[in-house]
């Protein structure tokens, strides 16, 4: 995993209007914490870190004022509900060679059994141990051939060397489910007026 380096200045002001004005400047506020040390206030460059946010659990190496540099992973990342831009971001502070808990994305490969079933993604993201400079971006499972009833649980996926599950290894991930599943409800609800009406 590359590191991106991003400047970073410490803030001093606080409130909306503050991190309105900040925002107005293509900058965005943040709090980097822990460690065990006090949380301290930051102003990102805006399009710096909308690009290094499109990396997964990207780690970013700061530069803060010119004088400390310090590596941290994103850990709360708040956008505008309507216009997206970055609002505001909380950075979790790591040290090489660090274990840390994040979320890696799942994708899939392959296609399901013919037949018409539906892929439910129990989990979107699967909770994992990993070296801070080290973490996966994702992890692709192979769903090829499943049908109705199949599952995949957490300790069927192969994770990256130095990567370890931070959920229960009997934890469903995906599961494959029978379209008819909600025609067969729907039956059942006319069945239920029929009855009421009689």
């Not at 216009?83 to 840390?100: A, I, N, P, T, Y």
């Not at 599952?151 to 990256?160: F, M, Q, V, W």
Request: glycine share 8%; no cysteine; charged share 25%.
């Amino acid at each position: 995993m590359s590191e991106v380096k991003i400047s970073a200045a410490t803030r001093t002001e606080f409130g909306k209007g503050a991190a309105r004005r900040i925002r107005r400047e293509s900058k965005v506020p943040g709090v980097l914490y822990g460690h065990g040390s006090d949380p301290l206030h930051v102003t990102l460059p805006g399009h710096d870190l909308l690009m290094a946010l499109r990396t997964p659990n990207v780690l970013i190496a700061l530069d803060i004022d010119g004088k400390t540099k310090e590596l941290a992973i994103p850990k709360a990342v708040q956008r505008d509900p309507l216009k997206g831009f970055l609002e505001h971001v909380d950075l979790l502070l790591v040290k090489r060679g660090e274990q840390v808990n994040v979320d890696i994305y799942v994708h899939t490969e392959g296609e399901l059994a013919p037949g018409g079933y539906l892929l439910e993604h129990v989990l979107n993201a699967l909770p994992v141990e990993a070296e801070a400079t080290h973490i996966p971006e994702s992890v692709t499972v192979s769903i090829e051939g499943l049908s109705a009833g199949d599952s995949i649980l957490a300790k069927d996926i192969t994770l990256p060397k130095g990567t370890t599950l931070a959920v229960e290894e009997d934890t469903v991930v995906l599961q494959v489910l029978a379209a008819q599943a909600e025609e067969a409800a729907e039956g059942e609800e006319t069945e239920g007026e029929e009855a009421a009406e009689a």
